[in-house]
């Protein structure tokens, strides 16, 4: 008998937002190849690739008025204008109105778990735990909560939204399973939300094992002078430590003037950045190429002597495993979920500048260290494929399925 | 009659602290960490000294007055012998006591625990000739019987011996060579007529060093009159036990707590219980038994993985492209005759560094993990190669100052010359 799994997201390919619907898609993918039955939800209707079969919550009719009345809206009065948003998922900033989509999401998710027929529910990232937790009320079935990051990883530091840690305690105290990224994360949740150790399992994300496709290379020229490419790929914010990058690259054009640093991302610290790297004098040495996805994305890997991924904490880093299945060697923060399961790459403190610095000179000057990091880091990459993930939670789902044996109708 | 020959191996590196490349032409020290890692020289000696060295000597020491029977081998590496005389004089002195017994023999070796051999041949004769007066000068005594690093060796290496005068020659007592035969008997070394190889038996001499503490190991908790039975079992069908490990398996990779200590206490009471068993060092066994056939090893044979062969030490890129560099800097350095410099790169062909940048993990890895000081094996690589880049930098400016001195000397005395034809050419004289 195939399980089915009732599953919450917030956002799948190919609509372009990070990691989060990178990971649910591959995940996804995987388990339906496995013979599970995934009914994948989102808040809204979108295009989607692959093959499970998706609901969308923005369709279900007649609900509105539920929400006032659901005691899953603890922060809005009867007052409160609901937002309600149209199909076109456009992105907003994080703030008070996602809180509020979050809640009317929740809303949703208990009427279709009323609906649908399902053995467990699978919620992702904290925007979609309140329409676990729903579902779960609405069903009695099994909850896991899938943590991919969280509000101490935005934050960068223990300043974080009071709200959405509020949504992440709950969420982690009456779910009946936790899935981390990482022990990283594990490690976070327990210190900071008090999350119980022992409902905490760790599933490492892969990457999709892919055949190695020969792209024509950007930035051409600046190789062509000799120059040395070094590449930071993702958001321009505070959790992704760019201005550590900036400043490790200072460091390096004293030695090895001839490097060019390329930031590829978009974030609300790009002007921060910008001012650092011209108060440095290092504009002669950066590239910014603005969010480069699917193969303009791989193209700039590929052209890339090393990526650096300097976050300040980093749940997992997908970003690292594309790259360096792609034939880039990678340094990456040991504050990452991903230096966990990766051997062949460099590794350096966020804070420590000096031995990032050391380390990308060390990448640049030696071409054995090269040539090593980017052969085993291939294979190790691969190794690392989102059907060994997907293996792991395919268990925890049968482990889980024998603790509620009779399927339970809520009528 | 059944000879057992324990033969135990002394060795620290100077191991490289985290060159950064920014200390490339700015700092001339390599191997003066002062952290609180295993990167600090002077504290891994001073804590191997206190859990190893010193309690595992006092023991030998009350073993060899308590058995006139019992004796034993040891090889030094020239870098520990340094760093004993530098943080740890009263190690030292222990160890000179015990010599002084003369049941005590002491193997050759490289001084710099390399592989010169295999890289160069002139570099290797210089190490171990540094590495003879070195034994000779601290024991009084001179080496008869040899022992390449990491127990590395071929045939070539046992002819070079013999033609040196050396007795014998140690080598891992492994199937694959041996075939049906025994390590337990002496054997003669391709293209070779004197010199017998003493074979390490592997199966017995890892019981102790790697097994002893292994709660997994079906024979664990492991006591000296079972292991003594074991050896005895080798009545009738063998002649010498060669027991060869590193020193530093009593008290530090086996610790204290395990029962190291005790097992060793009582081996040699357990082992001369059967009347016909006793001890002999390498020279004695050379000397006792007659050679039972060929050994050959074309390729490289060394005690360590399940390789037995170098790839440990020079199996991946980086390593490879290390060891490369540093022996393509040999006519150089040894050119600018500044011992400061030919030193700090002697000190660099230490094969311990190598071995460190071991990225064989899914296999053998635990064992390079356990004795790696760094990080990772990039982190020793990129430690390395920073260091050996600023050893070139120092040979390269040594050398050009060769070059402007000899050019002063050599103006000095062309000038006259010149300048008297340069007076004659004025002068119209042809």
Same mark, same amino acid.
């Given at each position: 008998?195939?399980?089915?799994?009732?599953?919450? *997201?917030?956002?799948?390919?190919p609509?372009?937002?990070?990691?989060?619907g990178?990971?649910?898609?591959?995940?996804?993918?995987?388990?339906?190849?496995?013979?599970?039955?995934?009914?994948?939800?989102?808040?809204?209707?979108?295009?989607?690739?692959?093959?499970?079969?998706?609901?969308?919550?923005?369709?279900?009719?007649?609900?509105?008025?539920?929400?006032?009345?659901?005691?899953?809206?603890?922060?809005l009065?009867?007052?409160?204008?609901? %937002?309600?948003?149209?199909?076109?998922?456009?992105?907003?900033?994080?703030?008070?109105?996602?809180?509020?989509?979050?809640?009317?999401?929740?809303? &949703?998710?208990?009427?279709?778990?009323?609906?649908?027929?399902?053995?467990?529910?699978?919620?992702?990232?904290?925007?979609?735990?309140?329409?676990?937790?729903?579902?779960?009320?609405?069903?009695g079935?099994?909850? @896991?909560?899938h943590?991919?990051?969280?509000?101490?990883?935005?934050?960068?530091?223990?300043?974080?939204?009071?709200e959405?840690?509020?949504?992440?305690?709950?969420?982690?105290?009456?779910?009946d399973?936790?899935?981390?990224?990482?022990?990283?994360?594990?490690?976070?949740?327990?210190?900071?939300?008090?999350?119980?150790?022992?409902?905490?399992?760790?599933?490492?994300?892969?990457?999709?094992?892919?055949?190695?496709?020969?792209? $024509?290379?950007?930035?051409?020229?600046?190789?062509?002078?000799?120059?040395?490419?070094?590449?930071?790929?993702?958001?321009?914010?505070?959790?992704?430590?760019?201005?550590?990058?900036?400043?490790?690259?200072?460091?390096?054009?004293?030695?090895?003037?001839?490097?060019?640093?390329?930031?590829?991302?978009?974030?609300?610290?790009?002007?921060?950045?910008?001012?650092?790297?011209? =108060? #440095?004098?290092?504009?002669?040495n950066?590239?910014?190429?603005?969010?480069?996805?699917?193969?303009?994305?791989?193209?700039?890997?590929?052209s890339a002597?090393?990526?650096?991924?300097?976050?300040?904490?980093?749940?997992?880093?997908?970003?690292?495993?594309?790259?360096?299945?792609?034939?880039?060697?990678?340094? @990456?923060?040991?504050?990452?979920?991903?230096?966990?399961?990766?051997?062949?790459? #460099?590794?350096?403190?966020?804070w420590?500048?000096?031995?990032?610095?050391?380390?990308?000179?060390?990448? /640049?000057?030696?071409?054995?260290?090269?040539?090593?990091?980017?052969?085993?880091? &291939?294979?190790?990459?691969?190794?690392?494929?989102?059907?060994?993930?997907?293996?792991?939670?395919?268990?925890?789902?049968?482990?889980?399925?024998?603790?509620?044996? $009779?399927?339970?109708?809520?009528q | 009659?059944?000879?057992?020959?324990?033969?135990?191996?002394?060795?620290?590196?100077?191991?490289?602290?985290?060159?950064?490349?920014?200390?490339?032409?700015?700092?001339?020290?390599?191997?003066?960490?002062?952290?609180?890692?295993?990167?600090n020289?002077?504290?891994?000696?001073e804590?191997?000294?206190?859990?190893?060295?010193?309690?595992?000597?006092?023991?030998?020491?009350?073993?060899?007055?308590?058995?006139?029977?019992?004796?034993? =081998?040891?090889?030094?590496?020239?870098?520990?012998?340094?760093?004993?005389?530098?943080?740890?004089?009263?190690?030292?002195?222990?160890?000179?006591?015990?010599?002084?017994?003369?049941r005590?023999?002491?193997?050759a070796?490289?001084?710099?625990?390399?592989?010169?051999f295999?890289?160069?041949?002139?570099?290797?004769?210089?190490?171990?000739?540094?590495?003879?007066?070195?034994?000779?000068s601290?024991?009084?005594?001179?080496?008869?019987?040899?022992?390449?690093?990491?127990?590395?060796?071929?045939? +070539?290496?046992?002819?070079?011996?013999?033609?040196? *005068?050396?007795?014998? @020659?140690?080598?891992?007592?492994w199937?694959?060579?041996?075939?049906?035969?025994?390590?337990?008997?002496?054997?003669?070394?391709?293209?070779? +007529?004197?010199?017998?190889?003493?074979?390490?038996?592997?199966?017995?001499?890892?019981?102790?060093?790697?097994?002893?503490?292994?709660?997994?190991?079906?024979?664990?908790?492991?006591?000296?009159?079972?292991?003594?039975?074991?050896?005895?079992?080798?009545?009738?069908?063998?002649? !010498?036990?060669?027991?060869?490990?590193?020193?530093?398996?009593?008290?530090?990779?086996?610790?204290?707590? !395990?029962?190291?200590?005790?097992?060793?206490?009582?081996?040699? !009471?357990?082992?001369?219980?059967?009347?016909?068993?006793?001890?002999?060092?390498?020279?004695?066994?050379?000397?006792?038994?007659?050679?039972?056939?060929?050994?050959?090893?074309?390729?490289v044979?060394?005690?360590?993985?399940?390789?037995?062969?170098?790839?440990?030490?020079?199996?991946?890129?980086?390593?490879?492209?290390?060891?490369?560099? !540093?022996?393509?800097?040999?006519?150089?350095?040894?050119?600018?005759?500044?011992?400061? /410099?030919?030193?700090?790169?002697?000190k660099?062909? $230490?094969?311990?560094?190598?071995? %460190?940048?071991?990225?064989?993990?899914?296999?053998?890895?635990?064992?390079?993990?356990?004795f790696?000081?760094?990080?990772?094996p990039?982190?020793? %690589?990129?430690?390395?190669?920073?260091?050996?880049?600023? #050893?070139?930098?120092?040979?390269?400016?040594?050398?050009?100052?060769?070059?402007?001195?000899?050019?002063?000397?050599?103006? &000095?005395?062309?000038?006259?010359?010149?300048?008297?034809?340069?007076?004659?050419?004025?002068?119209?004289?042809?």
């Amino acid at each position: 008998m195939a399980l089915k799994i009732l599953t919450f *997201g917030w956002d799948y390919p190919p609509i372009k937002n990070g990691g989060l619907g990178v990971a649910c898609y591959g995940l996804t993918t995987e388990l339906v190849k496995r013979g599970v039955e995934v009914i994948f939800v989102l808040p809204r209707t979108q295009d989607v690739d692959g093959d499970a079969r998706f609901i969308f919550a923005n369709k279900k009719n007649g609900i509105k008025a539920r929400v006032v009345d659901s005691p899953l809206v603890p922060y809005l009065s009867s007052n409160s204008p609901l %937002y309600i948003f149209d199909g076109d998922g456009s992105r907003r900033i994080y703030a008070r109105n996602l809180i509020e989509e979050v809640h009317h999401y929740a809303a &949703k998710a208990g009427v279709i778990a009323r609906e649908e027929d399902f053995d467990i529910i699978h919620a992702h990232d904290w925007t979609s735990y309140l329409a676990g937790l729903s579902a779960k009320e609405a069903s009695g079935k099994p909850l @896991i909560i899938h943590v991919h990051a969280t509000s101490f990883d935005q934050a960068g530091s223990k300043n974080v939204d009071p709200e959405v840690y509020k949504i992440e305690k709950r969420a982690f105290e009456e779910a009946d399973c936790i899935v981390t990224v990482s022990n990283l994360t594990k490690d976070i949740i327990v210190r900071e939300h008090g999350a119980d150790p022992a409902k905490i399992v760790v599933v490492h994300n892969g990457c999709t094992e892919l055949a190695p496709v020969e792209l $024509t290379p950007v930035l051409s020229e600046l190789k062509a002078q000799g120059k040395k490419i070094v590449l930071f790929h993702g958001r321009i914010t505070i959790q992704k430590g760019p201005d550590y990058f900036v400043r490790a690259a200072r460091r390096v054009v004293d030695v090895a003037p001839n490097t060019v640093f390329v930031i590829s991302g978009w974030g609300d610290m790009e002007h921060q950045v910008m001012h650092l790297v011209g =108060a #440095l004098g290092l504009s002669a040495n950066f590239v910014f190429a603005g969010a480069l996805w699917d193969e303009e994305r791989d193209r700039m890997y590929q052209s890339a002597d090393l990526l650096v991924m300097p976050s300040v904490s980093e749940p997992f880093g997908l970003v690292v495993l594309e790259a360096i299945q792609r034939g880039t060697p990678a340094l @990456i923060s040991k504050q990452s979920g991903v230096s966990e399961v990766l051997t062949n790459v #460099l590794k350096a403190d966020f804070w420590d500048v000096e031995e990032m610095a050391n380390k990308i000179v060390a990448l /640049l000057r030696y071409a054995p260290l090269d040539r090593q990091l980017t052969e085993y880091g &291939k294979s190790e990459a691969n190794r690392h494929s989102w059907g060994k993930a997907a293996h792991t939670i395919q268990e925890l789902y049968e482990h889980i399925s024998t603790w509620f044996p $009779t399927p339970k109708n809520n009528q | 009659m059944l000879t057992v020959c324990p033969y135990f191996h002394v060795h620290q590196p100077h191991r490289v602290k985290r060159f950064r490349v920014f200390d490339i032409g700015n700092d001339s020290q390599y191997f003066n960490d002062e952290s609180e890692t295993d990167l600090n020289n002077r504290r891994v000696l001073e804590k191997v000294a206190r859990k190893s060295y010193l309690p595992t000597n006092a023991i030998l020491k009350e073993l060899l007055a308590k058995h006139p029977e019992f004796r034993f =081998a040891l090889s030094f590496s020239g870098t520990v012998l340094d760093q004993f005389e530098a943080y740890a004089p009263e190690v030292l002195v222990s160890f000179q006591e015990l010599v002084k017994t003369g049941r005590v023999e002491i193997l050759a070796d490289t001084y710099y625990h390399s592989l010169a051999f295999f890289y160069s041949l002139p570099e290797f004769e210089r190490q171990v000739t540094e590495h003879k007066k070195r034994i000779q000068s601290l024991f009084g005594v001179t080496p008869k019987v040899f022992r390449n690093t990491e127990l590395s060796y071929t045939n +070539s290496l046992a002819q070079w011996c013999e033609k040196n *005068g050396y007795t014998g @020659i140690m080598a891992e007592g492994w199937e694959p060579v041996l075939g049906w035969r025994s390590p337990n008997y002496l054997y003669t070394p391709t293209g070779c +007529s004197k010199i017998k190889v003493l074979l390490k038996n592997y199966k017995l001499s890892d019981d102790i060093a790697f097994r002893f503490s292994q709660q997994s190991w079906k024979s664990w908790p492991l006591n000296a009159d079972t292991y003594a039975e074991w050896v005895h079992a080798h009545h009738g069908n063998g002649q !010498t036990i060669n027991l060869f490990m590193d020193y530093e398996t009593f008290g530090e990779h086996q610790w204290e707590e !395990t029962g190291i200590f005790d097992f060793l206490r009582h081996l040699p !009471t357990a082992l001369l219980r059967h009347p016909d068993t006793t001890f002999r060092l390498p020279s004695e066994t050379v000397a006792a038994y007659d050679s039972v056939g060929v050994f050959d090893v074309p390729h490289v044979l060394t005690w360590a993985d399940t390789d037995r062969d170098l790839t440990a030490w020079v199996g991946n890129d980086i390593q490879k492209g290390a060891i490369a560099a !540093t022996y393509a800097l040999e006519n150089d350095v040894l050119q600018t005759k500044d011992t400061a /410099l030919i030193s700090a790169w002697r000190k660099l062909q $230490t094969s311990d560094h190598f071995y %460190y940048m071991c990225t064989k993990w899914f296999s053998d890895g635990d064992v390079h993990a356990y004795f790696s000081p760094y990080e990772s094996p990039y982190d020793a %690589y990129i430690a390395f190669m920073n260091a050996l880049s600023d #050893l070139q930098l120092r040979v390269q400016h040594a050398l050009s100052a060769q070059l402007v001195e000899k050019g002063i000397r050599d103006k &000095k005395f062309a000038r006259p010359k010149q300048l008297k034809q340069r007076m004659r050419k004025k002068a119209g004289v042809a």
